[in-house]
């Protein structure tokens, strides 16, 4: 099974950036998507973007604009690059891989705090 280690997250003030990475113990060039979720204190963990194999990506209606996904196959990493950061983004951001055959698996979150 496929170890997943997100970094980049932080605190950050309102109208900021912050860029996630999603590193992977092996190659993630032949999964069926990669993607980001978060989970705010309360609340369900939600998708905030997802990039398939293919390059498609889709996003939360929320973030929109302000974040995009990407991937490197050769570094088998994904990112989340977030600008224009809100209070209301602050949740724990998990990283998801779609491996195939209705596999997956999840990192361990990083911790995204946006102050007003």
């Known amino acids: 099974q496929v170890q997943l280690v997100e970094s980049g997250g932080g605190l950050v003030q309102a109208g900021g950036s912050l860029k996630l990475s999603c590193a992977a113990s092996?190659?993630?060039?032949?999964?069926?998507?990669m993607g980001w979720y978060r989970q705010a204190p309360g609340k369900q963990r939600e998708l905030v973007a997802r990039?398939?194999?293919?390059?498609?990506?889709n996003y939360a209606d929320s973030v929109k604009g302000r974040f995009t996904i990407s991937r490197d196959n050769a570094k088998n990493t994904v990112y989340l690059q977030m600008n224009s950061l809100k209070p209301e983004d602050t949740a724990v951001y998990y990283c998801k891989a779609e491996t195939g055959y209705a596999g997956q698996s999840w990192g361990q979150g990083t911790q995204v705090t946006v102050s007003s």
């Open positions: 990039i398939t194999r293919g390059g498609y990506t």
């Open positions: 092996g190659s993630i060039f032949n999964f069926v998507a």
